[in-house]
């Protein structure tokens, strides 16, 4: 819906300010966005129908607190929907958790177009103030700073979503950022806000090299991880360049290539020294090293990246995919632990880790360590001769909805090797191998370039 002409059910001011309002909108229960605008703004239904693409009688019941006798309304959840949504109602962006909307950003500039500087120069040289005025409009943007908070504020959502996030909606915001993003370092704008604009492309690169990998797209993965690279490197943003090399050592990782880990380990070290990429950087080592039967290594790496983490303050959001905290200490633990054979930590942190991974309510936020953490406690469970135990832990494992599918193998395949070399007439050791085989023949996913 480009254009900046008013809609049927363009919510008015005083309405977008209210609290309720702007609780429901952020919370995307468009429903009550619908009953509150017309309480508030006496927008009818026919006309949000109208201006959303619904049905007057859909919208109705989307309004009705109660719809089937369990309290819930029906949701909108389509990301294509909620866009029809927003911009049916003019709501602003970062008021549902979006980038500006193109109305948005047609109505700034509408408001201030800039003249053009060369003129200046055109009519015969310019004098002291004409030098004044040509460094003020050269300042100008087509881009203010609420459209880049408002830019970082959504990646910031999508690292903290990552955990627990499907992986197909993560894959598709974070597309569309980037695709935003770029579509904005075409506009005028000034040297501050050009790198701004590169770090958030950096940042969003590096999510969607992760996300692609946890798909199966390791071609396009690599891709992504390239463009970090390469824009932290321009942009001179360390952080940046040393995730970068942080999501090389843990491709390589998963695809056993010591070396090439070990490589990129340093390279993220010698990129930054300050943050908390280092300690991951550490953790990645340590399990490289245990797999490599380098028991003293391991030990050397987990003491260093403690001795970083315990230096680094606690952060608000620990949930955040490019900040580690001490909660995430427990898993890389865990990983070095059980491939050194030290069943018994191993499996108190396991345990840990799942604890921490779980909320109040029993809901996982965060389902791929959790689900890590059973293998863990399946290959404990084996080697204790529970074959029973280590397998239903392990399909439990594999059933988990949120996947990273490449390091889920590698320690689903650390199980399975332990039953097949313990247990290899019991039917239970042959199913959780066809399981396996099964994730594997149909984890790969089309390569395209994001």
């Known amino acids: 819906m480009a254009g900046v002409?008013?809609?049927?059910?363009?919510?008015?001011?005083?309405?977008?300010?209210?609290?309720?309002?702007?609780?429901?909108?952020?919370?995307?229960?468009?429903?009550?966005?619908?009953?509150?605008?017309?309480?508030?703004?006496?927008?009818?239904?026919?006309?949000?129908?109208?201006?959303?693409?619904?049905?007057?009688?859909?919208?109705?019941?989307m309004a009705r607190p109660e719809t089937n006798g369990t309290g819930a309304r029906p949701r909108i959840t389509q990301h294509f929907k909620i866009l029809e949504v927003v911009?049916?109602?003019?709501?602003?962006?970062?008021?549902?958790?979006?980038?500006?909307?193109?109305?948005?950003?047609?109505?700034?500039?509408?408001?201030?177009?800039?003249?053009?500087?060369?003129?200046?120069?055109?009519?015969?040289?310019?004098?002291?103030w004409d030098v004044a005025e040509l460094l003020r409009r050269t300042e100008m943007s087509s881009i203010n700073s609420a459209a880049l908070e408002s830019i970082e504020q959504g990646i910031d959502q999508l690292a903290r979503a990552y955990p627990y996030a499907d992986a197909d909606y993560l894959h598709q915001r974070t597309r569309n950022g980037l695709q935003y993003v770029t579509k904005q370092l075409e506009s005028r704008m000034t040297l501050r806000q050009h790198r701004e604009l590169l770090v958030d492309a950096g940042w969003l690169f590096l999510l969607n090299a992760c996300v692609q990998y946890d798909r199966g797209q390791r071609e396009a993965a690599n891709l992504s991880k390239a463009a970090a690279l390469r824009i932290g490197e321009e942009a001179g943003h360390g952080e940046i360049k040393a995730w970068a090399w942080e999501i090389a050592a843990w491709f390589a990782l998963t695809q056993c290539r010591w070396d090439d880990m070990l490589t990129a380990v340093d390279a993220g070290?010698?990129?930054?020294?300050?943050?908390?990429?280092?300690?991951?950087?550490?953790?990645?080592?340590?399990?490289?090293?245990?797999?490599?039967?380098?028991?003293?290594?391991?030990?050397?790496?987990?003491?260093?990246?403690?001795?970083?983490?315990?230096?680094?303050?606690?952060?608000?959001?620990?949930?955040?995919?490019?900040?580690?905290?001490?909660?995430?200490?427990?898993?890389y633990e865990m990983d070095a632990y059980r491939l050194l054979g030290d069943d018994e930590r191993a499996a108190t942190h396991a345990h840990s880790v799942i604890r921490i991974s779980t909320g109040p309510d029993g809901t996982e936020i965060s389902p791929m360590r959790a689900a890590e953490a059973r293998l863990t406690l399946g290959v404990t469970a084996?080697?204790?001769?529970?074959?029973?135990?280590?397998?239903?832990?392990?399909?439990?494992?594999?059933?988990?909805?949120?996947?990273?599918?490449?390091?889920?193998?590698?320690?689903?395949?650390?199980?399975?090797?332990?039953?097949?070399?313990?247990?290899?007439?019991?039917?239970?050791?042959?199913?959780?191998h066809e399981q396996i085989a099964s994730i594997a023949r149909n984890s790969t996913m089309p390569e395209l370039p994001f």
């Open 269 to 331: 070290h010698a990129a930054d020294q300050t943050h908390s990429v280092g300690v991951q950087l550490y953790a990645h080592k340590a399990r490289a090293a245990a797999r490599m039967g380098d028991a003293r290594l391991v030990r050397d790496s987990l003491d260093a990246g403690r001795a970083r983490l315990e230096r680094l303050p606690r952060p608000d959001h620990p949930e955040h995919h490019f900040i580690i905290d001490p909660d995430k200490w427990d898993f």
């Open 87 to 128: 911009d049916g109602l003019r709501i602003p962006g970062h008021l549902a958790g979006l980038a500006p909307r193109p109305w948005e950003l047609e109505q700034a500039a509408d408001r201030a177009q800039p003249d053009d500087p060369s003129t200046l120069l055109a009519q015969g040289g310019a004098g002291l």
């Open 5 to 61: 002409a008013p809609t049927p059910a363009a919510l008015p001011p005083h309405v977008l300010e209210r609290a309720d309002v702007r609780a429901a909108i952020a919370n995307h229960d468009f429903g009550e966005v619908f009953r509150l605008a017309k309480l508030h703004g006496n927008i009818s239904y026919a006309k949000i129908a109208e201006a959303v693409g619904y049905k007057r009688e859909h919208i109705g019941k």
């Open 382 to 432: 084996a080697r204790t001769g529970e074959v029973e135990e280590a397998v239903g832990m392990g399909s439990a494992a594999l059933a988990a909805d949120r996947k990273s599918l490449p390091s889920l193998l590698l320690v689903a395949n650390e199980l399975d090797k332990e039953l097949r070399a313990r247990y290899p007439r019991e039917a239970a050791t042959r199913d959780f």
